[in-house]
């Protein structure tokens, strides 16, 4: 069985500076292949860009806990990202490569983006 869901919505609590506080957070897509499920993240913004070092920091931790927290060992976490390739990222600021390759994070990258996790979400079935 394998089912797909797109944006879907978590509520979650976070503890910051000591206060809980509830949250929402939203996953792109979501695929259930029996019992496993695997999500997609689509960044569009460049990791590797001038000034990008923010974002590229705050979007790598956002999807190492996901999947971190909601994936576990088998799960895939693919994240789409057009804008980059691969040597832009290698050249970049913040180990972005070597911190997704150890978090389990696949990427889909460069304009081949669509076309690359399309044939890793064909793996999962």
Known sequence: DVELRANVALEF???QAGRRASEIGELDLVI???SQLHVIEAKTASF???GSTANAEHSLA????IKRNLL????????VNPRDSEDSLRNSRGNFLE???NAG???AL???AIETAVSKVKELL
Do not use: W
């Open 99 to 101: 911190r997704a390759d």
């Open 48 to 50: 590797s860009g001038k």
């Open 105 to 107: 994070i696949e990427l």
């Open 62 to 65: 956002q999807i190492e806990g």
């Open 72 to 79: 576990g060992q088998f799960g895939r976490l693919i994240a």
């Open 13 to 15: 609590t976070s503890v």
């Open 32 to 34: 259930m292949v029996g």
């Open 110 to 112: 460069s304009s081949a």
